[in-house]
Every structure is written in C-alpha cells, then in structure tokens.
C-alpha cells in the first residue's frame, strides 16, 4: 500500500498545548470523525476521564466524558458530551445480574449524570466507563471492521496484531459488553485495543495524543495487511462492464422518479445517486449476487441502509420494477414476522433504502436527502469491508435476529418516539423558477422551512450562487439546489428538471414564478416587447408547466403547481397590454392544467400578487420608473401609493405571496384546483366572480 493510502495525522501539537481535557478530547473527536476512512457519520464515540470539582461538595471527582447518543463526533461540540460520575457508573456494575436487565441498565444511567447535564448518554457508555484508562475511542474504520466482519475475524486479529490486541465476538453494545471489555483490558496490559466481532475498533490510553495516535496506527496497520494478502481482483473480477456515462445518467433520470413514485405513497421520500468507482465495482461484480442478500454488518451500517439492499437491473421498468419492489416489501414483512417479539414495535415501512443497479451504480431514498445521502455513504462503507473480508476470508453478515433485535429494539423505538414531528413538507420536493428574485426567494425559504428540498432556478447566475449558498448555510446543503435557466429555451428548462430528478429523485411541487416587466402604451408597444412578455410569462410558464406535469405524471403522485400571476391577469391596467396578456394567459393555462391533471391528483393554482416592491427585481428598473409615470409620482411615493390604493391599506411583501403559495402547494389545500388567490391587499377589481 502506497504512504499516500495511509490516513496521516492531523494532530497539532501548539494547537493542542493550549486545550484543557475536555477541549483535547473535542479536538480527537473531531480529528477522528473528518475522515470517512476513520469513522462513518454519527458512528463511533470517543470518550475522557477527567478530575472535576462536584458542584455541591466542591471536592474532587471523576468525571466519565463520553459522546452523547444521537451526534457526529466530526461536528459536535462540547455540548454534545454527556458526563457521568464514574463512581456511580462502577457502582451500577452491583446492580446488574444478567442480560435481561439491560434495557435497565441504559436507563439507570441518568442517575449518573454529572452537573445536570442534558445530553443523553448512549448505549456505548459503559463500554468507555469500564476501560481503565483516561482515554478510549471506538470506531467504525471500514479496514478493520472488514476483520470483524470476516468467517474467521478472531483468528485475523491474532494474525495481524499478535498480544496488542484483543478480541471478543459480536454482542449487542450494554453494560455487559461493557463489563467483559473493561475486564479483557485490565487482565491483558500489553493490549492497546480490542476488536469488536462485526462492530469496529476499541483503542485507549493515558492521554488524548497517544489515544488518536494509536487509533490512526491500528487503522493503518490492518488496511496495510489487507492490502497485502487481499485477494484481487475485488469481488472476483467483473461480471458486466459499466454503461457509458451519458447511458448512465439516462438510466438515473428514468430510475430516481419511478421507484421514487412506487415507494412515497405512504411516506414521501427524497432520493440519491451515486456511481462512485467502489460502487461501480460493487455491483458489477461476481459476487453482487452471493454478497448483497448477506446485508452489513456493522450495527450502524445496518440501522442506515435496513436488512439488506434490492437489486434492480438497469432496464426494469413497469411491471417489472412493480414486482422487484412489491417482492422486497413481502420479504421484509416475512423478515419481522420471523424475528418479531411479543412487545415488538409495529413494523415500519417495508421499502429498501439501497438500491444497487448493475452497470450503473446506487440509488438510496429516505425521509430526507441528507438521510439518503448518509444511507448511501453508509453502503459504500459496507462495500468496503465487503471487499476486504471476501478477499481474506469470507464476509458475514450480521445474524438475522440480531439485526432485527437492533433495529426494533425498544430503546431505539423509544428514541424514535422522542423524535419532531415531521414537518408539513417533508420528503417533498419543490422547483421553483425565478428562484433568486424578491418573490421566488421567499417562496423557497417557506417552503423549506415546513421541511421540502427546494430546486432555484434562474438566469441571473450569480444572483442564483449567492442565494443557493445562502440557503445552504440556513438550512443545509443537501436541501437546496441551483440550475441557471432561460425558461424560454425548452432543451435548458428540460435539462433543468433533469436536473432537480438528479439532485433529489423528482418534482412534487412546481412554482412558476419567473418574470419580467415590459410595459408601453399600444401604439408605441413593438413586436419585440410584445413576444419578449409573451415568450417569457406565457411561454416560459407553458414549458416549465408540461415538464413539470410530465414529471409528476411519471411519478404517479399527484403534485401541485403553483402560478405566480397578478393583480393584471384580472383587472386591465393602461400601458401595459403585453404585460397584462401575459399574465392573462397563465391564468387560463394553469385552469386548463387544473382540467387535465385532476384525474392523476396533480392540482394547479394561481396566486395573484399586486405591487410587490420590496426585494422585487420587476421594481428596480424601467417598469418601477412607467408605473410612476403612469400614476404621475415620484418613484419613492409608489410604494405608499400602492398601500393606500387597496382595501385594507396595507403593504404586499414577498413573505405574503410565499404563504400564500404553501398553502396551495401543502395538504392544506388538497381538495382546491383550478383556483386563483389574491394576495393584493384587497382591490375590489379583482374579486372573483
């Protein structure tokens, strides 16, 4: 294996000189937790034995500091840690007599809290508490999980690792696991870990340096050994080649919305893809077939990608891709009819969350595409240890009791139940057009504030970089997507719906809201103005409109579109006929969507807004300068002229078009198409009649 394989150090010791204990275990934490190799997202946890001072006898005590239930080491803060008395976690050692009392044991860790401290801690506690040494890490490196996964893992460990290393077989994390490891490591002092069957690492040390340093060794030196005695090729070579790029992302934009649409009629679910070299290796392999029924074996492997993946052949479609998903759905509920409990939750959805395609790559869905795209990384992680059991020994799964004992264990449910409700749109995915405006910006921030992914699409690019990014960092980059679009080129508006099925699996909500404001008196209004107003708000909103209903038609769904028109397309305004047609004629083509997409459950509405001017680029240029003409004021009077103009004098801001638009493109309007809704401060023109 070349150096440039190996996971380097990151420690910096004038950094680190300056941390107290708690801070030099933060900075472990986070060291450890940056590297994928090291640890997958939220797995593992690390852990530190610290003398505090006991807030009410002010008198010395030992503090266990260990990674709460529930965080990413990469990213927590020292908020994150739940801190423990650690002579009230060695006494709880008196109260346990068998296993039957785990469950217990987890709850009775409260009464060990330190300081009133929130963060609960996790199952694993126990595991660091008993280890007699300050510092211990536990971690999820694919190398040496792919020895714990292995037929023959104890005798591997003792192979690689001779007297520094333990060995204890596959149990369930608790406090008796936790018991036989801090027993393992206080009758053998030569070890400096011990390998957990099909679980991962345990290192420890005196302090925080020597702990990292030894856990990046161990890591380090198993994926040497592999390297060098691994069978090769992976997986036994290849059994199909990979399809062509181009021929692969047409098989995505097919795939993503049809399995999405099969799998979101209970539960709405967000997709993700990736053909990754590993994963292209995987699933063109020999042994796809042998090794993806046999499932993952690591606990946190398995809670993220379920039981065991589906494979779907790139051409499925129809009744086919119906019978590969419905076979999966009645494998699964035989799977919990088999290991289920007398106090068993019910079960949960039966869908896969992987699924591999040969020649193509792997497609995963969740409630949420941040879930999805952990899922997957989670499955790249078991491909690896796959690889390196099978090209050492042979990979075992986890036992089928087991992983259901995990994954409907009633602590886990427990965890579950505490969980948020979801939010109104979660799992939904909106694309919006003239999404970097005043309007269109306001529409996305609303909608994924009730949970949806939310496509921008615009021409302004660095308008649209600049929001994309702002988003991000609000509500995560996983939710939010770009994709610079002329909505009067039809080849750019389907590349970009293309798009939004690549980046989240498909379209549930469409908001045409792109526009722009060209406005002269009849005789002096060219033909030019006249088609700039119609190719861009009549024509634009016509391609946006079919590619979305395609989409959703696909998907099987149903949907909601949402047209954003005006005040104009009711009431006419002097000199602005091309404007005002425009907009006339999105009303009427949103009324004849309404008609043709009802029987499929897609509704289509409008939302008229009138005199938008804050944050609105319509206002900032030659239209704002015409419609103060047009009122004979100034250009700073308007928008007070606009307010005492309507009924209830009051301002219209873009805030107040984004409400109306969630409440068109949520269930709360399920039983409304073909509608329009004023959000115009009242103007008695255009009441409906």
Same mark, same amino acid.
């Given at each position: ?7 380097p ?107 009133l ?36 893992s ?55 340096k ?86 993952t ?51 949960r ?64 449910? *427990?965890?579950?139940?505490? !969980?948020?409700? #979801?939010?109104?749109?979660? =799992?939904? @995915? ?5 999404? &970097? +405006? ?19 699409a ?19 980059k ?12 039809e080849? *750019?508006?389907?590349?970009? !719906?293309?798009? #939004?099925?690549?980046?989240? =699996?498909? @379209?549930?909500?469409?908001?045409n809201? &792109? +526009? ?29 409109g ?13 949907g909601?579109?949402v047209f ?11 000199g602005?006929? #091309? ?61 007070e ?49």
């Amino acid at each position: 294996m070349t150096s440039s394989l190996l996971i380097p150090s990151l420690w910096d010791n004038a950094h680190a000189k300056n941390l107290d204990e708690p801070g030099l275990l933060l900075y472990r934490s986070n060291l450890l937790g940056s590297d994928l190799r090291i640890t997958n997202f939220g797995g593992g946890n690390t852990s530190a034995k610290v003398e505090m001072t006991d807030p009410l006898t002010k008198k010395p005590v030992q503090v266990l500091w260990v990674k709460g239930s529930g965080g990413d080491i990469a990213s927590m803060k020292l908020d994150g840690f739940a801190t423990l008395y650690m002579d009230k976690l060695l006494a709880l050692k008196g109260l346990y007599k068998d296993l039957s009392q785990e469950d217990e044991m987890v709850h009775n860790l409260n009464h060990c809290t330190f300081n009133l401290n929130t963060r609960a801690a996790s199952i694993d506690t126990c595991l660091h508490g008993y280890v007699p040494y300050a510092h211990v890490d536990h971690v999820h490196s694919d190398a040496v999980i792919a020895i714990a996964a292995s037929k023959d893992s104890e005798k591997l460990t003792k192979e690689i690792f001779g007297n520094e290393m333990g060995y204890l077989p596959w149990q369930r994390p608790g406090i008796d696991l936790g018991i036989k490891l801090g027993k393992m490591a206080t009758e053998h002092p030569e070890y400096v870990g011990v390998v957990l069957g099909s679980h991962g690492l345990f290192t420890w040390a005196k302090t925080a340096k020597e702990c990292y340093d030894t856990t990046l060794r161990i890591i380090n030196k198993t994926a040497t050994w592999l390297d060098k005695n691994g069978k090769k090729p992976a997986f036994g070579g290849e059994a199909v080649k990979s399809l062509s790029p181009a021929e692969r992302h047409a098989v995505i934009l097919r795939l993503l919305p049809e399995i999405r649409g099969r799998i979101s009629k209970e539960e709405k679910k967000v997709g993700h893809f990736t053909d990754a070299p590993e994963v292209l290796e995987f699933v063109n392999g020999k042994m796809l077939g042998a090794l993806a029924p046999l499932g993952t074996s690591c606990p946190d492997h398995f809670l993220r990608t379920k039981i065991r993946p589906v494979i779907i052949p790139h051409d499925s479609a129809g009744a086919d891709l119906d019978k590969l998903i419905a076979d999966y759905r009645a494998d699964y509920a035989r799977y919990y009819d088999r290991c289920k409990h007398p106090n068993s939750p019910k079960m949960r959805d039966p869908n896969a969350v992987i699924y591999l395609v040969p020649q193509v790559g792997m497609l995963s869905f969740a409630k949420d595409k941040a879930t999805a795209r952990v899922a997957a990384e989670f499955y790249v992680n078991a491909i690896n240890v796959m690889r390196g059991a099978s090209s050492v020994s042979a990979y075992v799964g986890l036992a089928e009791q087991e992983a259901f004992n995990i994954e409907y264990w009633l602590l886990e449910e *427990a965890k579950l139940q505490r !969980m948020p409700k #979801a939010k109104s749109l979660a =799992g939904r @995915v909106a694309f919006i057009t003239g999404g &970097a +405006g005043g309007i269109g910006s306001a529409i996305a921030e609303r909608l994924m504030k009730e949970g949806a992914c939310v496509v921008l699409a615009d021409i302004d690019e660095a308008s649209l970089d600049s929001t994309v990014a702002n988003f991000g960092k609000t509500f995560g980059k996983d939710n939010v997507h770009g994709v610079v679009m002329d909505v009067t080129r039809e080849d *750019a508006v389907i590349k970009a !719906m293309d798009d #939004a099925v690549k980046a989240f =699996g498909g @379209v549930d909500i469409l908001v045409n809201n &792109a +526009g722009i404001t060209l406005a002269a008196n009849v005789e002096d209004t060219t033909l030019d103005l006249w088609n700039k107003n119609m190719t861009i708000m009549a024509t634009g909103y016509f391609l946006v409109g079919r590619e979305g209903y395609r989409l959703m038609k696909r998907q099987a769904l149903g949907g909601s579109m949402v047209f954003i028109a005006s005040k104009n397309a009711i009431a006419a305004s002097p000199g602005a006929s #091309a404007y005002c047609t425009a907009k006339a004629a999105e009303v009427h083509l949103a009324r004849c969507m309404a008609l043709e997409g009802a029987p499929m459950g897609i509704r289509v509405n409008v939302v008229n807004p009138d005199a938008v001017l804050r944050g609105s680029k319509i206002w900032q240029g030659a239209w704002r300068q015409q419609r103060a003409a047009s009122n004979k004021i100034s250009e700073d009077e308007l928008e007070e002229h606009y307010r005492k103009r309507s009924l209830l004098q009051r301002s219209v801001f873009p805030e107040d078009i984004a409400e109306a638009v969630y409440f068109f493109a949520s269930d709360l309007s399920a039983k409304s198409t073909g509608n329009f809704l004023n959000v115009d401060a009242g103007n008695a023109v255009t009441f409906s009649r």
